[in-house]
């Protein structure tokens, strides 16, 4: 029979892949002799076996294993499952390979009953402490595991709160807790139309089953798809011997970094809450004590977590994030974890680590993820500006960066706001009490998050950090009337129409709107950098379609411009009457003459790229987007226009309805239009040469590239580059000068990957344009999938968006099969990606084991390539 | 040195490929010892390299053959090019290797110049016939190798005949005809710059680069297209000594078919003129005189050129269309070809020629063009009406067929109206006085054609029979008045939007609209269609979404349904308001509501389906398009159908603007729909399953396929069979019935293709829709693209339209691993093709040889399919 349960003692600490990130690093502290309550994993194969054969149930031979293990365990400690003198509980949480902090579901206290509790209490002296957690449970377990919602549960707590004449619900007492569970038995019966389950073995099947299940709910399920983890890999299932960080004054609970997980500063940073279990510190409903005090409450107990934190993180050769508790004054290790950390902590921690020796220059570049480094890029507030600029409130800095937009009272509104907001001009700061798992589309949809209450380890904390997101969090100054949608800060009131700003690195809230400056990168990442710039074979380019955008991506590192979009300089104000001059001309002549106007524009356009990038190659795309774009569609805006050309209204008219298309994406678009009208072609060669020829006349050796748009067959190709070569040819002649130019194309229709073996004989290199090839090989328009995409996700058939992280099975075999065929044919030809998921982490990784030569990406994207570049040569490194 | 000019006695009469069919059958009636002007032939791939290779030129070295050839063909004829005595005059004809009739340039007379005309005129002692020859040949040349047009000529003609106070060129004295030739040459000279070209070896390679240039002319590539003929074949140069049939009474000239082209009946055919060249009988300006007739004219020629004509017919084991030329009583043959004929003709040649013993049933199913069998499926009129109705007018019987449409006075308004009119419901009739090669496209698009002039051989003629059009030639009572657009026709005018009805089987023309009913096959087509039964490997079956067209198929011979689009049966009038309704539901139960009362109409479809095909494979695919397609756009629409619903205009207007898609063929449709909404993929499996039971239970074995359409990813698939089976399972259990039935899917998504590996593990089989496939690989929306294919047609980029031929390169590339990797891991899978290619030969072929088991068109395109499939088989015979 294949093993699906093991003790903590029996596991393999390195197998997070079978035990989970939790199970394993349990399993690896119970090795090195830590104070770990006993207990034992269930794997991630009984998990995906739960889903994949057994139909959702947990079959009986896991079962089976499960009760074996819990008898060892209860062997060990003495104590019995739901024992009426030595009742035995435990704790079930899942632990998934990859950490997902909140994301799945977790029940303590499980094994009490009717007759437990008095064991319980007996065994505790302390009735007050035994029904407290049993009400607990009984709340725990019958939301998690039963979907009994526990806002009834709450409202029944707080009606008899109010019978009692209380405020706080620890001062009620025993028979108050045992009234209070009653009633609670009740409301579940009445629910669930059967007893709350007493059998201590049902209740950890449920809880299992539970687990397993809360793999798919849809909090995990986005949580993935934002961090690219599959859903394959199931969760693990750890069922531990409780402890109690609740049982009185000696007790308690806390969580602790090895290092500031802000800014890496080399100093244990935390904080705990006596008498409390963990939930209460997470959840950030009291605001818990740093954790150097505890050395105040409890010496030996803080130098004991001490002398472990530094082992943990010598062993784990990294910044590690644990829980502990503290049960009657004896310490307890709950878990530990490689620490989630901010952009600018882990550039620090990542070079600290390597000054104190701990890890090598490749190990240290590996420990960032890319992502990441968009938290160090992002705009601060100018300091001259909060200088003079008083806050209105602080609270706790709970992830860096700068952050302004109009006030949103909820994560649905935000979702929703920022949908419509298409272009990032009104931007939304998300105002809580306090955040919860269920808020976290809002939270990614938001600018900024404020919260207040909760501390630097609450989920409002912990998830903007990872999401590289501002965060000001636990600010007690500010009162929320979610009904209202109002906030209340120091006595005055804004609602949905009034702008905030947030300083997450200061925890300053201030009033109204506050310009930002760019971010200064610390010089430790410029160290991470120039590392994975040695440790990289993949060249980083840049989109690019303006100079300012060009500088900006140099500053950042990118080695040439990848897709330079051309039509994006005809939208300016001084070109797009001339394009559109273009557009309704009858004959050749007068689509040239408005053409030969574009054309010293076009070609400042492309002198100013030249000189950006400083002499690196610049790939322009020629023209690609439908002609009708550049027209209005509406009759009244056709009305001005007309006006405004001096042309017939009913004549303009008819050429938008004429370039109307039905499908754009497939239509008269990318070199289809220099198919039809070559002139265009032409103009914008004229423009690329000439503009080569005045900056390579300045001194420099411009080599520009020419990248023709959407082919799908090689006589497109090679007709376009027909009308380039004799254009270029036609003004090197003129000029009496000769230069190199390169033409190539980008693949972005199937057929082009199809063939690319034949097209690749001419083209001088291949740009993969996965944005269009993800369209057409899925048949997925980006302007309409969203509305579908959701069902997708929910259902499971997706993991991720397609446009965001480029799917391998599909369009990366297009993308591959057009490398092998290009590079058959055209040894020297130059491979490169200019889609969104140039920018991507994961696809940057695919192109890189796929040979490509460079990706190209947004500017702020360049630095995550580099070092997305460097990890995947580290992982597989390229045959030189 | 390679060997590009080979005289007619050197070549291979079999090698069309290099000598085209004029130059192959010229050579082998050479060597079969005919009477064969002598002369010799440049290959195609002189043409091949003129393109290639050579920059448009004619290279030296072919320059070098060609006069090399010519001076033996001087030296054997005694003549001497240019001479002033004893002149050797040349035609100068292409010679494709498929006939492309009245495409490409003929040049008549060559050889001609100031002074070898007076040589011929001396020679032949008729100095009217030399200046007659010498200024047709200024026209033709100019017009031909210099692009000078014809139209000056003709008026300069016209001016002199009116000088001269006479009204035939006939006319004209030899001395006018030297005034004639004066002004022609200054007019040359006023427009070129230059004199007309008096050296004949250069006007000989100014013709020879003419026909090269010819063969890439708009009329000769639109040609190609419809005839599925590479661009890359070229044309071969036919250089002939010439002979003239226009040497007055004692010549002629004629053209004869050895069977009845229209009929297929076993008697020579054809017609001749006296004094005429072979231009005066094919350009239908006179009326010329049936072949029999010439017997009276010149007995022995006559009985020589029956002789001939059997031979031929002999040799080439089918019915041969041959020319020739009378020169002052002596014959020559100047070509012979397999003749273009009718469909009804087509079946009965090939019959024939097997009882006669001269074919292999194989080798007649050969004969035969299976496009051709179009015009025996289309309607006649009724017989009855007929009998009935008065014509109007009688012409020859061009080609068969009923037609009737509105009035069209010409080619271009022919094809725009054809454009407009989707539907077919408003037909035209093109009526022209003669067609010309220019006119093809709108020959292709009128329903039918009428000419006041020309025979049976004239250009309407030929391409009409070509294309299966019905036509009506030669009728002389017509009379037009092109820019009145009105044609008069016994008295009484009619216009543009008055109704003509020809029989083109009869020659009879008929005012107003006259009923249509279906064609009576011939005994013939049996015979043919069940010899292609025998031989074929491909199963047809047909695209029918409703128990009529199933019906109409059923009886052309389909062997099963191989997409019904279930979504057209929602279109009818009762359905919609239900689709609507479903639409519009805010809830899974309104929708569910909806979709039950559409239940029993979609069951009722299916059972009539089932019916009609007789057990034979019935492939229902589920709801494909958009659902905005079932409702209005138009606010005034919208708010009556609002007011129909009884719902708000907001409301549905809401509803028409959250269903907007900017690309709706890659939106929201089909298996996305099923993925979005399971209930309508369960309501109709219940329909589909219900049905069968019903019909079972009548003692039929129905085992119904559901198609699933546009999977792009296993996991699509997957959850929409779920649904399937889940349902199926569920109506199966109610009625205590257990039947089988398939799930399949369309492999229309480029990556389902890519992925068919996996997708073919649950699926029991694929069905290409290449409609979809095609759009999605080349990113053409199918809307879109004709307004950029003309473009892409003239600069040579496509040669056919890649939605009626299969793109074998691309799109079959797809075609072709999707069916390998499906095999491999279903050896099983049934794999078909339900695109619009599944009716085109070419397209057929390739699927016959990439071994898919079926294709599937629509009724009218079945028996085509099954003959298509025989070829291919027997061309390349399928291993059982």
Redesign the interface.
């Known amino acids: 029979m294949k093993k699906y349960v093991y003790l903590f003692k029996e596991a393999d600490g390195s197998r997070k892949d079978l035990f989970g990130g939790k199970g394993a690093n349990l399993a690896e502290m119970t090795k090195l002799g830590m104070p770990v309550p006993p207990g034992f994993i269930i794997t991630t194969k009984a998990c995906t076996k739960y889903y994949a054969e057994d139909g959702n149930k947990i079959a009986p031979e896991v079962a089976e294993q499960i009760f074996k293990a819990l008898k060892k365990l209860e062997a060990e400690s003495g104590k019995k499952f739901g024992d009426s003198q030595n009742p035995f509980l435990v704790s079930v949480r899942s632990g998934a390979r990859a950490s997902m902090p909140g994301m799945m579901d977790t029940i303590l206290n499980l094994g009490l009953n009717d007759v437990s509790v008095k064991g319980l209490a007996t065994l505790t002296g302390n009735p007050r402490f035994a029904y407290d957690c049993y009400r607990r449970f009984i709340q725990m377990y019958s939301d998690v595991v039963t979907g009994v919602g526990k806002k009834e549960f709450e409202e029944i707590i707080g009606k008899l709160k109010k019978e009692k004449g209380v405020e706080l619900d620890v001062q009620l007492t025993a028979e108050d807790l045992q009234e209070l569970i009653a009633v609670f038995k009740k409301h579940y019966k009445e629910v669930k139309k059967t007893d709350f389950p007493q059998d201590p073995n049902e209740q950890l099947l449920g809880a299992v089953e539970a687990v397993f299940r809360s793999w798919n709910n849809e909090r995990a399920i986005i949580y993935r798809r934002d961090n690219n983890i599959p859903g394959s890999w199931g969760t693990a299932v750890n069922v531990q011997s409780m402890v109690f960080g609740n049982m009185g004054e000696t007790s308690g609970t806390g969580v602790a970094f090895t290092r500031n997980p802000s800014t890496g500063e080399k100093k244990l940073y935390g904080e705990y809450l006596m008498n409390a279990q963990g939930e209460d510190v997470v959840a950030g409903i009291r605001t818990p004590n740093p954790i150097a005090t505890l050395e105040n409450q409890n010496e030996e107990v803080y130098k004991q977590f001490v002398n472990i934190a530094t082992t943990l993180e010598n062993h784990y050769r990294n910044m590690q994030d644990m829980e502990f508790t503290i049960e009657r004054g004896k310490l307890y290790m709950l878990q530990t974890r490689n620490g989630k950390r901010t952009a600018a902590s882990a550039v620090k921690v990542a070079v600290d680590l390597v000054k104190e020796g701990m890890v090598t220059p490749e190990e240290a570049v590996c420990l960032i993820e890319p992502k990441q480094l968009d938290a160090l890029l992002h705009p601060q507030f100018d300091a001259d500006v909060i200088k003079k600029t008083e806050h209105i409130a602080k609270g706790l800095e709970a992830s860096p960066g700068a952050a302004c937009g109009k006030i949103c009272f909820n994560a649905e509104e935000a979702k929703k706001r920022a949908n419509e907001d298409k272009d990032n001009k009104n931007p939304v700061i998300l105002v809580r009490q306090e955040t919860s798992p269920e808020d976290i589309e809002g939270m990614m949809a938001a600018e900024g998050i404020l919260t207040s209450r909760g501390g630097m380890t609450s989920h409002a904390a912990v998830v903007a950090r990872g999401m590289g997101t501002c965060c000001v969090a636990g600010c007690k100054e500010v009162i929320i009337d979610e009904e209202a949608k109002t906030v209340t800060i120091g006595g005055k009131t804004y609602g949905s129409e009034d702008y905030l700003s947030l300083d997450g690195t200061t925890g300053k809230v201030y009033a109204g709107k506050i310009a930002t400056v760019d971010a200064k990168l610390p010089e430790d990442y410029y160290t991470i950098m120039e590392w994975a710039d040695k440790f990289r074979a993949l060249k980083v380019r840049t989109n690019a379609d303006t100079p300012v955008d060009a500088a900006k991506a140099f500053s950042f590192g990118a080695e040439g411009i990848g897709l330079c979009r051309t039509e994006h300089m005809f939208f300016a104000e001084d070109r797009i009457p001339r394009i559109r001059e273009m557009i309704v001309a009858k004959t050749t002549e007068q689509r040239e003459k408005a053409l030969a106007e574009l054309l010293p524009l076009q070609k400042g356009d492309f002198i100013g790229l030249y000189k950006e990038m400083q002499g690196c190659p610049v790939t322009i795309r020629f023209l690609d987007p439908p002609l009708h774009e550049f027209l209005p569609k509406e009759d009244a805006d056709i009305a001005v226009l007309a006006n405004e050309m001096k042309i017939d209204f009913k004549d303009l008219k008819e050429t938008v309805k004429a370039l109307h298309?039905?499908?754009?994406?497939?239509?008269?678009r990318g070199c289809?239009l220099a198919?039809?009208y070559p002139e265009i072609a032409a103009m914008q060669t004229r423009a690329v040469i000439e503009a080569a020829i005045e900056c390579n006349a300045e001194g420099m050796n411009i080599i520009p590239e020419i990248m023709i748009p959407?082919v799908?067959?090689v006589?497109?190709f090679n007709?376009v580059k027909d009308v380039v070569d004799a254009t270029a040819k036609a003004v090197m002649e003129e000029k009496g000068v000769t230069i190199q130019y390169k033409v190539g194309t980008m693949i972005?229709?199937?057929?082009a990957a199809?063939?690319a073996g034949t097209i690749a004989k001419k083209a001088d290199f291949f740009s993969f344009g996965t944005n269009?090839l993800t369209?057409?090989?899925?048949?997925?328009?980006r302007?309409?999938?969203p509305?579908?995409l959701d069902?997708?996700y929910k259902?499971?058939?997706?993991e991720s968006d397609p446009f965001a992280k480029l799917?391998q099975?599909?369009?990366g075999?297009?993308v591959e099969m057009a490398s092998k065929a290009g590079r058959a044919v055209n040894a020297n030809i130059k491979l490169g990606i200019c889609g969104e998921h140039g920018g991507d982490p994961s696809s940057i990784e695919f192109c890189h084991n796929k040979g490509l030569d460079y990706v190209s990406c947004s500017p702020f994207r360049v630095p995550i390539a580099r070092l997305a570049a460097a990890q995947a040569n580290l992982k597989n490194p390229r045959k030189k």
């Open positions: 298309e039905d499908n754009p994406m497939m239509g008269h289809r198919v039809t959407l799908g067959e006589k497109e007709f972005e229709i199937p057929r199809l063939t269009d369209q057409m090989t899925f048949g997925f328009s302007d309409d999938s509305k579908f069902s997708y259902n499971g058939i997706f799917d099975t599909g369009v075999k297009l």
